[in-house]
């Protein structure tokens, strides 16, 4: 909106809407903050209690338990795997939209706008192809898991 119709912003993102999405994000975390919590309440855990990683991840803290885990590795794909999957799609389809918009403008409004864009599409990257990458796959021991948790939970906020 910003981009597309800066004149029409103030309106289109009233005070409402931005509640509105500030909730929507608040709710989407908790729930799937929830789910989380409660696959590893049900799991049982016995041995040791060294989880093979940087941080507590579920992938990783599967490894504990003295059951069979695949349902549960199912529902962190679904959790934590589809979430990201979703959440790149509608932003590389904003920055589609916003292309296309761009194509009526100067080369100096074009460059303006995508310059603006740049930081925002590299941490898009540096955040969601870890993430996909860590979560929407069979779980492994491999060190490559371990480098790309450290890249989505210590480059990209940095």
């Known amino acids: 909106v910003a981009i597309c119709k800066p004149l029409h912003y103030m309106n289109i993102m009233s005070r409402q809407l931005c509640h509105l999405l500030v909730a929507g994000s608040w709710l989407g975390g908790f729930l799937h903050s929830i789910i989380q919590i409660f696959i590893?309440?049900?799991?049982?855990?016995?041995?040791?209690?060294?989880?093979d990683h940087y941080f507590c991840d579920l992938l990783p803290l599967f490894k504990l338990a003295c059951t069979d885990t695949f349902v549960e590795g199912l529902t962190v794909l679904a959790n934590s795997g589809l979430i990201p999957v979703c959440s790149l799609f509608i932003?590389?389809?904003?920055?589609i939209i916003i292309l296309v918009h761009l194509r009526k403008h100067s080369?100096?409004?074009?460059?303006?706008?995508?310059s603006t864009c740049a930081s925002h599409i590299t941490v898009v990257i540096l955040f969601f192809g870890?993430?996909?990458?860590?979560?929407?796959?069979?779980?492994?021991?491999?060190?490559?898991?371990?480098?790309?948790?450290?890249?989505?939970?210590?480059i990209t906020p940095s």
């Open 40 to 51: 590893t309440i049900q799991s049982p855990f016995c041995g040791p209690n060294v989880i």
């Open 130 to 154: 870890p993430a996909i990458f860590l979560y929407m796959r069979p779980s492994s021991t491999f060190t490559e898991d371990k480098l790309m948790g450290v890249l989505y939970t210590v």
């Open 107 to 114: 080369a100096e409004g074009r460059h303006k706008a995508l």
């Open 91 to 95: 932003l590389v389809s904003s920055y």
